[in-house]
């Protein structure tokens, strides 16, 4: 797994809970399945930037905040 996914995995996850959203209702928003979003957030599976750009305008932040 690569450091990049790695981050992703971390920075989706942190946002997310600070947010106190679940895996679902961002999943739901994002237009994913939840497994896949699990996955992403493990550092299993590397997301597309379309796929990532989704989960950005979920969790309403800036594409940017979840690779840096």
Excluded: C, F, T, W
């Excluded at 947010?19 to 597309?48: C, D, F, T």
Aim: glycine share 4%.
């Amino acid at each position: 797994m690569s450091a990049i996914m790695k981050r992703v995995a971390k920075n989706v996850k942190r946002i997310r809970e600070a947010q106190g959203l679940s895996q679902q209702a961002v999943a739901n928003k994002a237009k994913i399945h939840r497994v896949y979003l699990a996955q992403i957030e493990g550092a299993l599976y590397s997301p597309s930037l379309d796929v990532l750009d989704r989960i950005a305008k979920a969790l309403k932040v800036k594409i940017g905040e979840l690779v840096e």
